[in-house]
Nanobody
Framework: VQLVESGGGLVQAGGSLRLSCAGD????????LGWFRQAPGKEREFVAA????????SYADSVKGRFTISRDNAKNAVYLQMNSLKPEDTAVYYC?????????????????WGQGTQVTVSS
């Protein structure tokens, strides 16, 4: 499945952004989906994940209570609503799709990655 992120940009601390990730329609609902981010000089890290039909979600502690992941399988899309943004949220954000069996949202094994979208939070 091909994934394309959008919605990144420059925002002041305390502001909000909504990221979108569009899939190419190939049985999108078969994939667990996740958002990850990579800041300069750091490894890519997990941000949030959502189950195939959207009933279950998981978040990194650093974003819990501020970010919300959601999906719309009819539109082949997954979203990340980011509120109360902090400068340390600055990173390239990637969506990823896990097509393996299982139901856990911990330790997703990503088969497909998007190209990433830059989020910059100024202080």
């Amino acid at each position: 499945v091909q994934l394309v992120e959008s919605g990144g940009g420059l925002v002041q601390a305390g502001g909000s952004l909504r990221l979108s990730c569009a899939g190419d329609g190939r049985t999108f609902g078969n994939y667990r989906l996740g958002w990850f981010r990579q800041a300069p000089g750091k490894e890519r890290e997990f941000v949030a994940a959502i189950s195939r039909v959207g009933r279950s979600t998981s978040y990194a502690d650093s974003v819990k209570g501020r970010f919300t992941i959601s999906r719309d399988n009819a539109k082949n899309a997954v979203y990340l609503q980011m509120n109360s943004l902090k400068p340390e949220d600055t990173a390239v954000y990637y969506c990823g799709a896990d097509g393996h069996g299982g139901f856990s949202l911990v330790g997703l094994q990503i088969d497909y990655w998007g190209q990433g979208t830059q989020v910059t939070v100024s202080s």
